[in-house]
């Protein structure tokens, strides 16, 4: 039985939203969508290997908790006391010792989860410590590993194994898979997706942060069936070095296709100034019935960063365009 407290704003006004992601991508969708609604989910990757998760993992055998930290933070209560545990949930040790680089909100998240034996209980009472705007979830109830099929420059294919490794490879990502092949989603989360309004995909590490939840077999079945509106977000810049060097705004999108073919995308809203070839991308979109909505979404300050209050009235025009107001469509 889940030991889950009554936790901050899940049932208040506002559109559903339930945002798929990790890091610091899902970080910048949160920031915004909280600014739009009371009622968002964030389902979150589990297949984190590196840092003080992957240290935590790997001793512990439980799930990353650094990507649903970084989510909860970006939920927390702007008051004095959401920032402040905010704060304190991000604040990283620096030490000589085994404590060296563990965030103090990864270990307070994995105390909860041996204390309650509920990975989803334990995300519920930081969620009410911290008076978030929301709710956060795993994307499964077991640690994932991400493999991905590698092309060299010599036209070999090689295996690329974990998701540190996956997201550094300087070569062309032909296929990911995760590890188990056919995991078992948090029921949760499923559920969320059903009930939603709308789906948010990115921005983010494409293939290790994004693509995942879509090789969830329950996860993509709910986003097949559920009534939600998908959107996806494209990514400020191109990477120069990484996981999807020299891929192009579309690139992102046909990934996205290849790996679920059957996921409806009812608009993709990208900063002109991260397109390349406008007109290609608008080509992309149009043949697949996706409405694109070029706006300024990054930071005055020149820096690759969404910012909140552009980001939600980019998401604002597309809800308000296609709903009206959608909080009312269900009772």
Request: aromatic share 4%; net charge negative.
């Amino acid at each position: 039985m889940r030991a889950t407290p009554a936790t901050g704003r899940t049932s208040g006004g506002g559109p559903a939203f339930v945002a798929l992601g990790g890091g610091h991508g899902l970080s910048a969708s949160l920031s915004a969508l909280r600014l739009m609604s009371d009622r968002i989910t964030a389902v979150v990757t589990v297949a984190d290997d590196g840092g003080s998760s992957g240290r935590l993992r790997d001793e512990l055998g439980v799930l990353p908790p650094g990507d649903l930290r970084m989510a909860l933070a970006a939920l927390c209560d702007d008051s004095d006391w959401g920032r402040t545990w905010r704060d304190v949930l991000q604040h990283r040790f620096s030490s000589a010792g085994d404590l060296d680089r563990h965030a103090v909100g990864n270990l307070l998240i994995v105390a909860l989860w041996e204390l309650l034996g509920d990975p989803v209980g334990g995300l519920d009472w930081v969620g009410r410590l911290l008076g978030a705007r929301g709710r956060v979830l795993p994307m499964a109830d077991v640690p994932l590993s991400i493999e991905a099929d590698v092309r060299r420059e010599d036209g070999s294919v090689v295996v690329v194994r974990g998701q540190t490794s996956v997201a550094q490879t300087a070569d062309l990502i032909e296929q990911v898979r995760l590890v188990p092949a056919d995991p078992p989603a948090c029921a949760e989360a499923v559920a969320a997706i059903d009930a939603a309004d709308w789906v948010v995909l990115g921005p983010g590490s494409w293939y290790t942060s994004v693509l995942p939840h879509l090789l969830v077999p329950e996860l993509r079945a709910a986003l097949g069936r559920t009534s939600a509106k998908t959107i996806v977000t494209l990514n400020l810049e191109p990477e120069e070095h990484g996981e999807t060097a020299g891929m192009r705004a579309e690139d992102h999108l046909e990934v996205l296709h290849a790996h679920a073919p059957d996921l409806s995308i009812h608009a993709v809203v990208a900063d002109p100034g991260a397109v390349e070839d406008i007109e290609t991308l608008a080509d992309w979109c149009h043949a697949r019935g996706a409405r694109l909505l070029l706006r300024q979404v990054s930071r005055g300050d020149g820096s690759a960063q969404h910012d909140p209050l552009r980001l939600a009235a980019a998401f604002r025009d597309v809800v308000e365009s296609t709903w009206g107001d959608v909080g009312r469509r269900r009772p």
